[in-house]
């Protein structure tokens, strides 16, 4: 199974990231996501936020990529590892002659359990930050960036 996740950043810019079963379930590899793209430096400073809203959820049906190891990658280098999937397994002595293509494997919008278990992570990943508008979290982050810069 690939969970793809549509998030916004504090600039209203879209990213994507796909999940899946592979080491870990994709549900640990997700936390482990969102924890490293929001840091804090205690429990009162944030200071990066690099995701801030789901857009969307969505899942697939199709086999992780199997590329060494992998946790999650971004939509834009999904094929590059699909590509690396299929090196590795003719390494492995399989007879698969190209690769998946990222473009033909299905979503479906996921607006259950899935979603609901990414969109719990998130905002307990910002608890602290629920009643902050936009602008405030954008001026602590840049903030605690400048300390950091600074020290």
């Known amino acids: 199974m690939i969970v793809?996740?549509?998030?916004?950043?504090?600039?209203?810019?879209?990213?994507?990231?796909?999940?899946?079963?592979?080491y870990k379930s994709w549900r640990r590899q997700y936390e482990e996501f969102v924890n490293a793209y929001i840091t804090w430096w205690n429990t009162k400073t944030i200071m990066t936020c690099e995701l801030f809203n789901i857009l969307q959820v969505e899942?697939?049906?199709?086999?992780?990529?199997?590329?060494?190891?992998?946790?999650?990658?971004?939509?834009e280098n999904a094929q590059d590892e699909l590509n690396e999937?299929?090196?590795i397994s003719q390494n492995q002595g399989e007879k698969r002659k190209t690769a998946r293509k990222y473009n033909q494997i299905r979503f479906i919008r996921n607006y259950g359990s899935h979603r609901d278990y990414?969109?719990?992570?998130?905002?307990?990943?910002?608890?602290?930050?629920?009643?902050?508008?936009?602008?405030?979290?954008?001026?602590e982050v840049t903030a605690c960036r400048g300390k950091n810069e600074n020290n």
Not at 4 to 22: A, H, I, S
Not at 59 to 75: A, F, N, P
Request: with cysteine; charged share 35%; net charge negative.
């Open 118 to 139: 990414c969109q719990e992570i998130l905002s307990d990943r910002l608890r602290h930050l629920s009643g902050c508008e936009v602008e405030q979290i954008k001026q």
């Open 59 to 75: 899942t697939s049906s199709s086999k992780w990529i199997e590329s060494g190891g992998l946790k999650w990658c971004s939509d």
């Open 4 to 22: 793809r996740v549509t998030f916004e950043d504090l600039e209203r810019k879209e990213l994507k990231y796909l999940f899946g079963n592979g």
């Open 85 to 87: 999937e299929l090196i």
